[in-house]
């Protein structure tokens, strides 16, 4: 008598079920590592720069000489923590913010404007774009005092600085933004039987609009530079940051000094950002730098 072959057991089907993945904490996890990472290298920087500040004021230089250098708790507990001193220089930063602000007004629509006729003809292009780069590579400081006979020596010198430092980067970003418009999109509007003006405002501005903003954001940080040199060299009026600078300065205050140029420091970084936030905003990832921090 034989015996019965052994039945295997036929392989039951398990459903799988999927692993459920929390795409959302994903998504934030490296954008908070990227945030992180971004804010460490410039802490540390900081962080190294103040170490050094101390060791040099501290170690290297004599008593007699520290007011060359004073140290960084020195300038922190009798200048920026101390109202006596901090309020007039926040007054005089409100007068350079007001002249800046208006030569960035001009110098937008100047920069702007300018631009737009460069890309309209090539001998237009030719007449001014030369001076404009002569504009650019003269010193400021060589037609200073040429700005003081002619314009006095009050806020409209000020403001004329500014202009003068800000308005290059505009005209040139926004020419070269104009003229890199994709031709397909030119023949479009040639089909669609588009006026001037159209094509103007519909194709080419709002193509060129990235490249505008990087101008304008370049020239956003040039502006405060501009006005604090308008106010070192044109005393005429309220006193700005840059007049404090040269008082102090005069009168070897190194603390005061310091802490002027680092609230001067602070307020170029903060107009600088403050744009390149509207840049993204505006045009998002279409702005190649809009993906960089």
Known sequence: MTEAPAVLPLPVATARTPAVTDTGSQARRPRTVTVATGLLFPVLSLAGALALWSAVSWFVLSPERQFLLPPPNRVLTQSLLDWKHLSPMLEALAVTARVALVGFVVAVL????????????????????????????????????LIGLWFGYGMTARTLVCVLIAAFPIITN??????????????????????RWDRLVKLELRAAL?????????????????????????????????????????????EDLIAAIVIASVF?????????????????????SGHKS
């Open 174 to 195: 926004t020419h070269f933004g104009l003229q890199s418009v994709d031709r397909g999109l030119h023949e479009l509007f040639t089909l669609g039987r588009a006026s």
């Open 110 to 145: 100047v920069g702007v404007g300018t631009g737009v006729l460069m890309s309209r003809a090539k001998w237009i292009e030719r007449i001014i774009y030369p001076y404009a780069v002569v504009l650019q590579v003269i010193p400021i400081l060589a037609i200073v005092p």
């Open 268 to 288: 170029g970084v903060a107009v600088f950002s403050a744009f390149g936030i509207l840049s993204r905003l505006l045009v998002g990832s279409w702005h190649a």
């Open 210 to 254: 990235p490249a505008v903003l990087a101008g304008i954001r370049t020239a956003s940080g040039l502006v405060v530079v501009g006005a604090i040199i308008g106010d070192m060299f044109f005393a005429k009026g309220e006193p700005g940051i840059g007049t404090l600078l040269d008082v102090f300065r005069s009168r070897l205050q190194s």
